[in-house]
């Protein structure tokens, strides 16, 4: 920089006036670039501290061979900090809090990203996929957040493709086989619905929990679209900053109308090949199903992950909260640290008594908002938080947790409990599915 300077002041001295104009708007640019920088690698600093410098699930990879630093990837990005830049080339910041939005990726002008799940260090298992959607399993498809890719607009866009690989490989119709059976009523799952309804196939699509899978676990008012999108039988939404329940209206509306049929609480349990090419799907209703092809539109987490205690079968217990708003004057244990875990306990809090069981000593991957709005709550004392603990069992009217050394008995009416889930890797492989896990796998690239 201090070259650039003489020579530019050099130029000065040759050309007068105008040169000092051009000298002071380069010198004020590069001032600001370099303060653009300095701010940078501070949120880089705190994120890596905090744990959310390494990406967790899709994200954003940067060429910085190619990157040209015009920053049309900071501006597209919804969310906040996800990306930077530093010394006129991009960088991820928080990448733990990236929800594979895609946007920087078509926003970038020389094609420099490319999304990709998991790093060279931190491996994902992932179902084995061709560009058609199809596994190794001829039939079985897979669409969504099963096969990396987890946002709704991405989701919907996948289930419609599958679908139409499905079309590609129609068999002949038989009255007690099902052209498709799909599994999983979340984005992808209703996106292929009325696609398959479109094009005349005979479908059936259940759903182990309730219309919109994983969208319907997200707290009541958790935004969960910020880009337009096309819906089969529906056409272009153009939808921004839409809430959770306004979108499942609208997937109800559109479904009601076309009459597609939705079995909720409906658990595959296994599927099975047959002779012929047809696949055999046993549920834990005792249905049986038949199916020419098998769409998997499932999430990567399947069932929620248990703590296998004392109790925790009991009906107060949940792993999920729904019409938060419908919740008053309970005493309510929140077990987990991510997300779901504080989000669920802030809207809870508002009307009842809420502790966190947390087993670690402090928080981290948390999102700026949530990470801001438990502060104050533990500020101002609306919520309490047990760290280093572990909820150890449930009874009628209290839970028993154990806290460092000690063992503390608390009145309790209702438990939710965030843990997780894990990708249901034995359903897969006694499907003959091929699970391998991937390190820098890219999910989309430009061509």
Not at 112 to 120: P, Q
Not at 368 to 374: D, G, I, M, R, V
Request: charged letters at 25%; proline letters at 3%; hydrophobic letters at 40%.
């Amino acid at each position: 920089m201090d070259i650039l300077m003489e020579i530019l002041f050099e130029q000065i001295a040759t050309y007068g006036t105008a040169a000092l104009l051009c000298v002071v708007v380069i010198y004020l640019y590069l001032r600001k670039e370099k303060k653009k920088s300095i701010q940078t690698r501070e949120k880089v600093t705190i994120a890596k501290a905090e744990g959310l410098f390494e990406p967790v699930s899709l994200h954003p990879y940067i060429d910085l061979n190619i990157c040209i630093g015009s920053a049309a990837c900071v501006a597209a990005c919804p969310e906040k900090d996800i990306l930077g830049l530093i010394d006129g080339k991009a960088t991820v910041i928080n990448a733990s809090n990236c929800v594979g939005h895609g946007a920087c990726f078509h926003a970038c002008p020389v094609e420099a990203i490319s999304l990709r799940i998991g790093t060279e260090k931190r491996g994902v298992e992932l179902p084995h996929v061709n560009q058609n959607f199809e596994s190794n399993v001829e039939g079985i498809y897979i669409a969504g957040e099963l096969g990396g890719m987890g946002l709704i607009k991405n989701s919907v866009e996948q289930g419609q493709q599958a679908i139409e690989s499905i079309l590609k490989r129609k068999r002949k119709a038989r009255t007690d086989v099902f052209d498709v059976v799909i599994v999983g009523a979340g984005p992808a799952g209703i996106s292929a619905s009325l696609t398959a309804k479109k094009h005349g196939l005979a479908s059936i699509t259940l759903e182990q929990d309730s219309l919109g899978g994983t969208v319907y676990t997200f707290p009541r008012a958790k935004v969960v679209m910020t880009s337009p999108m096309d819906l089969p039988l529906f056409g272009k939404l153009k939808l921004t900053d839409t809430s959770k329940d306004e979108l499942l209206e609208l997937w109800k509306k559109v479904i009601s109308e076309n009459k597609i049929e939705i079995r909720e609480n409906c658990k595959i349990n296994e599927i099975i090949p047959q002779q012929g090419g047809t696949f055999k799907l046993t549920t834990n209703t005792g249905d049986v199903y038949h199916s020419n092809n098998v769409l998997l539109a499932i999430g990567r987490r399947g069932s929620p992950r248990k703590l296998n205690i004392i109790g925790e079968d009991l009906p107060k217990v949940a792993y999920r909260l729904l019409e938060a708003e419908r919740i008053k004057h309970k005493k309510i244990v929140v077990v987990g640290g991510g997300d779901s875990a504080i989000e669920s306990a802030l809207l809870l809090k508002e009307q009842n008594s809420v502790n966190i069981s947390y087993r670690s000593e402090q928080f981290s991957r948390l999102k700026p908002k949530n990470k801001e709005n438990l502060e104050r709550a533990l500020s101002d004392g609306s919520l309490k938080v047990m760290f280093s603990s572990d909820l150890a069992s449930i009874n009628e009217k209290s839970v028993i947790i154990k806290v460092a050394d000690r063992i503390v008995d608390i009145e309790n009416d209702l438990v939710y409990i965030f843990a997780g889930g894990e990708l249901p890797s034995q359903f897969l492989k006694n499907a003959g599915i091929e699970i391998t896990k991937k390190f820098g796998h890219i999910i989309k690239k430009h061509n």
